[in-house]
T-cell receptor
């Protein structure tokens, strides 16, 4: 069974440019998460979807970050415009129903470098 | 949100057991205890989770203190492939959030 797929794996952009990350979760998983991981830190949740609905976006910087999950499957996370401090690894994860006792499956992440 | 405390780093010899401790003194009655590990350049990988009782799976064992204020992840025979950052996380039933700390970097010596 295929795992969580993310693309691109690496992205280098100049500040003020837009950037987008794509995630394809495991088939049948209704819950999708986007995390940001700064160097030397644990992942930090940005947004959680249940099907198409963003049920927790309290940590998403809404002035420059946006996300969508059309049709409740694939998801895209966008940053516009990017800032130097956005350099990080962006991780996507999915789970079947999002229950507290449930395992999350993570993708390999997209490493973003903003110059 | 309840918080966890872990040592920054630990070392183990190959083929010896490893006990990774985690303190979570502010845990609530409905928080699950999850452990994930992250190998270099990869996303976190689920290891094990529990609520009140000790748990075993093919990767590891989880020992939970009777008062639930601490837990220990046990790798029965460490291999070089077990070198990773191990995160102990509490997951709240109400919010479903994972709050990752900085984890324990495990080094396995050949």
């Amino acid at each position: 069974e295929a795992g969580v797929v993310q693309s691109p794996r690496y992205k280098i952009i100049e500040k003020k440019q837009p950037v987008a990350f794509w995630c394809n979760p495991i088939s049948g998983h209704n819950t999708l998460y986007w995390y940001r991981q700064n160097l030397g830190q644990g992942p930090e949740l940005l947004i959680r979807y249940e099907n198409e609905e963003a049920v927790d976006d309290s940590q998403l910087p809404k002035d420059r970050f946006s996300a969508e999950r059309l049709k409740g499957v694939d998801s895209t996370l966008k940053i516009q415009p990017a800032e130097l401090g956005d350099s990080a690894v962006y991780l996507c994860a999915s789970s079947f129903s999002g229950g507290a006792g449930e395992e999350q499956f993570f993708g390999p992440g997209t490493r973003l470098t903003v110059l | 949100d309840a918080k966890t405390t872990q040592p920054n780093s630990m070392e183990s010899n190959e083929e010896e057991p490893v006990h990774l401790p985690c303190n979570h003194s502010t845990i609530s009655g409905t928080d699950y205890i999850h452990w994930y590990r992250q190998l270099p350049s990869q996303g976190p990988e689920y290891v094990i989770h529990g609520l009140t009782s000790n748990v075993n799976n093919r990767m590891a064992s989880l020992a939970i203190a009777e008062d639930r204020k601490s837990s220990t992840l046990i790798l029965h025979r460490a291999t070089l492939r077990d070198a990773a950052v191990y995160y102990c996380i509490l997951r709240d039933v109400g919010t479903y959030k994972y709050i990752f700390g900085t984890g324990t970097r495990l080094k396995v010596l050949a």
